[in-house]
């Protein structure tokens, strides 16, 4: 257990569901990020919240929908996905978004798109 | 954007023996990590560097920052089964989000 926790572990979802992916730290963490993992491929940044505030979204396609309620918990609600959606979502948090701070990531959520 | 290549993609080697991998940059970094991913799990880091020129320990790994702040490098010495996993180099400058090379797979052969 690193302190980030990722529910569900695994999701199974058709192209016209929509679901969403949840994750939470109480390491006392001001920033969160979504990363998407896929095989053979480098992990690619989402989107980056810093005190509750989205200050990144790498060209994300609309079809995901991040939320960050507050500085503890963050979702990525997912409608109508493709495919090549398929992959790990690892969340991660760091005490800010400076250079000198490591992230903590969670276990990941493994997501199949049929 | 940066961008991050990582080397070697793939090692097998015997258990005993000692690893290394290396990440270099396109651009400067100010910080280079290192995190082990174990299968069905997140990335877990290892061991941060800060400093051109930084050698750190932790256990039996060591890294360091490369001198041209471009590359970094890490050694595993005496390899054992438990170290099976992909290892990821990341790193960032200013106030960037962290970026992370492709990882190198490890498999340990007892």
């Known amino acids: 257990e690193t302190g980030v926790t990722q529910t569900p572990r695994h999701l199974v979802m058709g192209m016209t569901n929509k679901k969403s992916l949840k994750c939470e730290q109480h390491l006392g963490h001001n920033a969160m990020y979504w990363y998407k993992q896929s095989a053979k491929k480098p992990l690619e940044l989402m989107f980056v919240y810093n005190f509750k505030e989205q200050t990144e979204n790498n060209s994300v396609p609309s079809r995901f929908s991040p939320e960050c309620p507050n500085s503890s918990h963050l979702f990525l609600h997912l409608h109508t996905l493709q495919p090549e959606d398929s992959a790990l979502y690892l969340c991660?948090?760091?005490?800010?978004?400076?250079?000198?701070?490591?992230?903590?990531f969670g276990s990941g959520t493994r997501l199949t798109v049929v | 954007g940066q961008q991050l290549n990582q080397s070697p993609q793939s090692m097998f080697i015997q258990e005993g023996e000692d690893v290394s991998m290396n990440c270099t940059s396109s651009s400067i970094f100010n910080t280079w990590l290192w995190y082990k991913q174990d299968p069905g799990e997140g990335p877990v880091l290892l061991i941060a560097l800060y400093k051109a020129g930084e050698l750190t320990s932790n256990g039996r790994l060591t890294a360091q920052f490369g001198i041209t702040r471009k590359d970094s490098f890490l050694n595993i010495s005496a390899s054992i089964p438990s170290d099976v996993g992909i290892y990821f180099c990341a790193g960032n400058s200013g106030n960037t989000p962290l970026v992370f090379g492709k990882g190198t797979r490890l498999s340990v052969i007892a």
């Open positions: 991660a948090s760091s005490p800010g978004t400076g250079v000198y701070y490591g992230y903590t």
